[in-house]
């Protein structure tokens, strides 16, 4: 089946520096790709839809300066952590639907999930 | 934009008998309602899902249920087992959950089935 492939897994990282997180669709192309937030024992919060060839759109209260997504390929979407703080530790996760999955399916299938903490 | 409510947060339940969570959502145009089953630790995995022109779906022991007109759907698990034990998460989205929809989630429910 589809796969969303998203690297690193988990990455620890000095407060004031940058984390990169990449999320690939293996075997389909996704023009969409979504970012989602996950504090522990918290409901996944949506950060921000990914447009291949475009700027994203985030949802409300999240900083654009803060989370740069970019999404320059049909496989490929990055979220970059600026200047992270301790606050911005998380599980980030990325998902994307493949195209013409049955529509009674849902399709989406998500990335494996990166534990970003942030010291 | 939408809100989805999801009650109740914890769930214990014997093995054998049924579970029930309940979601609610705002946006009367919202008209595809996944659920998502996350093992600790793992990505979440779709369980089953309903459109807004289908009132009730199964899947041998997983149903979901959908009132449009009261926007809350719910989903059943019967004859449960220790591998139910799981955070579920329901979501809600336009565009029939196509490509381009984001989905709202809640905010989940541990449930554990005691053997």
């Known amino acids: 089946g589809a796969v969303v492939s998203q690297h690193p897994s988990w990455v620890i990282c000095k407060s004031g520096t940058s984390v990169k997180i990449e999320c690939r669709s293996l075997?389909?192309?996704?023009?969409?790709m979504f970012w989602y937030r996950q504090f522990p024992k918290q409901s996944l919060m949506l950060m921000a839809t990914?447009?291949?060839?475009?700027?994203?759109?985030?949802e409300q209260g999240v900083e654009k300066d803060k989370f740069l997504i970019n999404h320059a390929s049909l496989t490929l979407s990055t979220l970059t952590v600026t200047s992270a703080h301790p606050e911005d530790s998380s599980f980030y996760i990325c998902?994307?639907?493949?195209?013409?999955?049955?529509?009674?399916?849902?399709?989406?299938?998500f990335g494996s999930g990166t534990r970003l903490t942030v010291v | 934009g939408e809100n989805v409510e999801q009650h109740p947060s914890t769930l214990s339940v014997q093995e054998g008998d049924s579970a029930v969570i309940k979601c609610t959502y705002s946006?009367?145009?919202?008209?595809?309602f996944p659920w998502y089953k996350q093992e600790l630790g793992k990505r979440p995995q779709l369980i089953i899902d309903?459109?807004?022109?289908?009132g009730e779906k199964k899947d041998q022991r997983i149903a979901v249920t959908l009132n449009k007109t009261a926007k809350h759907f719910s989903l059943h698990i019967t004859e449960t087992q220790p591998e139910d034990s799981a955070v579920y998460f329901c979501?809600?989205?336009?565009?029939?959950?196509?490509?381009?929809?984001?989905?709202?989630f809640g905010t989940g429910t541990s449930l554990t089935v005691i053997p």
């Open positions: 309903i459109r807004s022109n289908v």
């Open positions: 998902s994307a639907r493949p195209p013409g999955t049955r529509k009674s399916i849902g399709g989406y299938t």
């Open positions: 990914s447009n291949e060839g475009s700027k994203a759109t985030y």
């Open positions: 075997d389909f192309q996704a023009t969409t």
């Open positions: 946006d009367s145009a919202s008209n595809y």
């Open positions: 979501a809600a989205s336009r565009g029939l959950g196509n490509t381009g929809n984001q989905f709202y």
